[in-house]
């Protein structure tokens, strides 16, 4: 069965970075789109960005661009998110996601605070 | 780019069937979407895709008692014979452009 293990998220304060990563497993990872979802506290869920397979297309939402950079290590199995120039109103659970066929596939989350 | 409307909340009984409703934005009355179920501090879990001609497809253990249809803009999931578990949050998403809408909480009375 597909996993997505995601790591890295903790308290920031703001302006600060973090990187986060999702491990992949049980399947071929760089055969496949990623993508990193986020949902705030009581809140619906965003998509943030997505990366091609072989990393040459990359998309984000509006709100970060500029300030995060998704990245992907197919000799590792690894997605990443590296997020700078952090505000409050990244404060998410943030999940990796994935595609295969016509089913979707989401790991467990980590979450990022952003505070003083 | 796509909007979806969902209704804040939604209730039923135990047992009963309940009826979501996802509604896509003008000029987008064909897009496929998908739809996901967020129980209480879990992480999203994917329930099926479905297409504008009601046509869908589950995820792997997703209960017969879910299912899809749509009309026009509409994309509905109908969940039959209510339990206590599925009392959660259920998104649709636009399986192409990364869109979901705002989540309807689904109360199990």
């Known amino acids: 069965e597909v996993q997505l293990v995601e790591s890295g998220g903790g308290l920031v304060q703001p302006g600060g970075s973090l990187r986060l990563s999702c491990a992949a497993s049980?399947?071929?990872?760089?055969?496949?789109?990623m993508s990193w979802v986020r949902q705030a506290p009581g809140k619906g869920l965003e998509w943030v960005a997505n990366?091609?397979?072989?990393?040459?297309?990359?998309y984000y939402v509006d709100s970060v661009k500029g300030r995060f950079t998704i990245s992907r290590d197919n000799a590792k199995n690894s997605l990443y998110l590296q997020m700078n120039s952090l505000r409050a109103e990244d404060t998410a659970v943030y999940y990796c996601?994935?595609?295969?066929?016509?089913?979707?596939?989401w790991g467990q989350g980590t979450l990022v605070t952003v505070s003083s | 780019q796509p909007v979806l409307t969902q209704s804040s909340s939604a209730s039923a009984s135990l047992g009963s069937s309940v009826k979501l409703t996802c509604t896509l934005s003008s000029g987008h009355s064909t897009y496929i979407i998908a739809w996901h179920q967020q129980q209480p501090g879990k992480a999203p879990r994917y329930l099926m895709k479905l297409e504008g001609s009601g046509s869908y497809n589950k995820g792997s253990g997703v209960p017969d008692r879910f299912s899809g249809s749509s009309s026009g803009a509409d994309r509905y999931l109908t969940i039959s014979n209510l339990q206590s578990e599925d009392e959660a949050d259920y998104y649709c998403?636009?399986?192409?452009?990364?869109?979901f809408g705002g989540g309807t909480k689904l109360t199990v009375l």
């Open positions: 990366i091609k397979q072989d990393g040459s297309e990359k």
């Open positions: 049980e399947f071929t990872f760089s055969s496949y789109w």
């Open positions: 998403e636009t399986w192409d452009s990364k869109v």
């Open positions: 996601a994935m595609r295969i066929s016509t089913i979707e596939f």
